[in-house]
Structures are given as C-alpha cells and as structure tokens.
T-cell receptor
Framework: NAGVTQTPKFQVLKTGQSMTLQCAQDMNHNSMYWYRQDPGMGLRLIYYSASEGTTDKGEVPNGYNVSRLNKREFSLRLESAAPSQTSVYFC??????????????FGDGTRLSIL | DQQVKQNSPSLSVQEGRISILNCDYTNSMFDYFLWYKKYPAEGPTFLISISSIKDKNEDGRFTVFLNKSAKHLSLHIVPSQPGDSAVYFCAASARKLGGTSYGKLTFGQGTILTVHP
C-alpha cells in the first residue's frame, strides 16, 4: 500500500552542496513528475518523465536535473543548492498514456532547507 | 503569468453547510480539470475531475461545475464536515498540438478550507 515513496522527508543543506531526492512508485505507472511547492504559489512542475527512458522540462527546471532510472524510480538532483531552492518537493506518478487522462498520485514530500 | 487562479486564499464554513471553492483559468487549451485536497505534511490527494466536454461531475458530497465560456470552475461540498478542513488545489491540463497529452498539470495557489463544528 506504499504508492509513491519519497526520501528523505527532511533535509538541510548549505549553499553550494549537492543532493539527490529519491522517488519510487509501486503502481506500475508510466509517467512520473517532480513539483515544488512554495507559499502562495501552488505546485509548479520542475521536470517530468512521460515514460521510461524519457524526461522533459517543466515550468521551473533551472538548477535541477533528473534521472528516470527505471519504470519505478525518478530522481531529482540539485547540483549546487541555492537558498531559492528552499521548498517542499513532491513527486507524483500517473498511468498516463498518450491521450489518457488519469489523476496523478503524490508522495508526501521532501522538505528541503538551504542555508 | 498565472494561468490557473484561486483568488480566495481561505474559506470558513459551518459544519453541515455548503462549501464553494472557486477557480479561474486563462488558457483556452485546458481541457481537463482536477481538484486535489491536501492535509499538512502530506501530499495532495485526488478528489474529483471534469473533462471539458462536461459541465458537471458529481461524486458523493463533491460536485465540480465547469463554465467554459467564463473559464471558471467551482467545487461544491455538501454537507461540509470538519474532516474536509484542508487546502484545496484546482489543476488543469492541456493537450499538446497533435492530440497527445503528457498529463502536465498547472495548479492554482490553493484555498484553505476550515469547517467549524
């Protein structure tokens, strides 16, 4: 009954450090997504992967990279963290195929603070 | 440019009464709309959706209305319960040219709903 699992749940970094946020889903979904949530701004799409082996930029990709390691896992990497990347990061997945509309399922988030 | 807007940051209602949450959008290419509910320290959970070919979709206490000419949708919760207290996000998706959809969602800012016993 895991759904979408994100690790870690909390992290504090110093400016310039790097880290990778992990996401795994056990629902055999094709598509996976990374969002960030900032106060008063809702969720904004960083990167997405429509299917295994493909990734593409979302609305706010600068400063991030992603890897779709396999169908289950989609990681988000901050190469050189900046205070502006302090946020709550959500991973999501959906069984989205071409032309299908399926709701996305979200993990519980990673709260990232960059000092 | 905020393509999906929820202009009410918060809403307070009495238990048993109706809650109406509103959402406006500007992109006429949006053709699928969803509402998500979010509790503190949890991820958003899907609540209800509507396709642009419909103007109403109902699921138990939750009904979503879509007015395409006004580019407006609303979520009605009847009757409201204290457990409904959460942040509600509306989201929209648009087909890309050629008719395929990546499922990319554009979210509104959210509305905090508080239902008082």
């Amino acid at each position: 009954n895991a759904g979408v699992t994100q690790t870690p749940k909390f992290q504090v970094l110093k400016t310039g450090q790097s880290m990778t946020l992990q996401c795994a889903q056990d629902m055999n979904h094709n598509s996976m997504y990374w969002y960030r949530q900032d106060p008063g701004m809702g969720l904004r799409l960083i990167y997405y992967s429509a299917s295994e082996g493909t990734t593409d930029k979302g609305e706010v990709p600068n400063g991030y990279n992603v890897s779709r390691l396999n169908k289950r896992e989609f990681s988000l990497r901050l190469e050189s963290a900046a205070p502006s990347q302090t946020s709550v990061y959500f991973c999501a997945s959906s069984p989205e195929g071409w032309g299908l509309y399926q709701p996305q399922h979200f993990g519980d988030g990673t709260r990232l603070s960059i000092l | 440019d905020q393509q999906v807007k929820q202009n009410s940051p918060s809403l307070s209602v009495q238990e048993g009464r109706i809650s109406i949450l509103n959402c406006d959008y500007t992109n006429s290419m949006f053709d699928y709309f969803l509402w998500y509910k979010k509790y503190p320290a949890e991820g958003p959970t899907f609540l209800i959706s509507i396709s642009s070919i419909k103007d109403k979709n109902e699921d138990g206490r939750f009904t979503v209305f879509l007015n395409k000419s006004a580019k407006h949708l609303s979520l009605h919760i009847v009757p409201s319960q204290p457990g409904d207290s959460a942040v509600y996000f509306c989201a929209a998706s648009a087909r890309k040219l050629g008719g395929t959809s990546y499922g990319k969602l554009t979210f509104g800012q959210g509305t905090i709903l508080t239902v008082h016993p």
